[in-house]
């Protein structure tokens, strides 16, 4: 098993950057494909960004390429998500998500671990 705590959240204005950290305890963390979601008030939590432990490949929503960069420390057993660019829409709550899969997957099913989750404000 593996357990997950984010941090790094916070209130930021638009065109702000803001960098999410996600700390993993357990074993074999470098075996874990990592992903963010995120929940907006009153939506669907939706994938933002997934890093896969055996290739190193990243995958991001449309919504949020070349404006977010999700990363890993396998050393630090931590995996991150650097947000630039940031848009009042990307107001949510951020999830960190693992799962012991080869493939990044979209869906929120294909995970079983997940972390409390970080809020991320963005004002206009």
């Known amino acids: 098993q593996v357990q997950l705590v984010e941090s790094g959240g916070g209130l930021v204005q638009a065109g702000g950057s803001l960098r999410l950290s996600c700390a993993a305890s357990?074993?074999?963390?470098?075996?874990?494909?990592m992903a963010w979601f995120r929940q907006a008030p009153g939506k669907e939590r939706e994938f933002v960004a997934g890093?896969?432990?055996?290739?190193?490949?990243?995958y991001y929503a449309d919504s949020v390429k070349g404006r977010f960069t999700i990363s890993r420390d396998n050393a630090k057993n931590t995996v991150y998500l650097q947000m630039n660019s940031l848009k009042p829409e990307d107001t949510a709550v951020y999830y960190c998500?693992?799962?012991?899969?080869?493939?990044?997957?979209?869906?929120?099913?294909?995970?079983?671990?997940w972390g409390q989750g970080t809020q991320v404000t963005v004002s206009s």
């Open positions: 890093i896969s432990w055996s290739s190193g490949r990243t």
């Open positions: 998500a693992a799962d012991t899969t080869v493939v990044v997957l979209r869906t929120t099913q294909s995970y079983d671990y």
């Open positions: 357990g074993r074999s963390f470098s075996r874990y494909t």
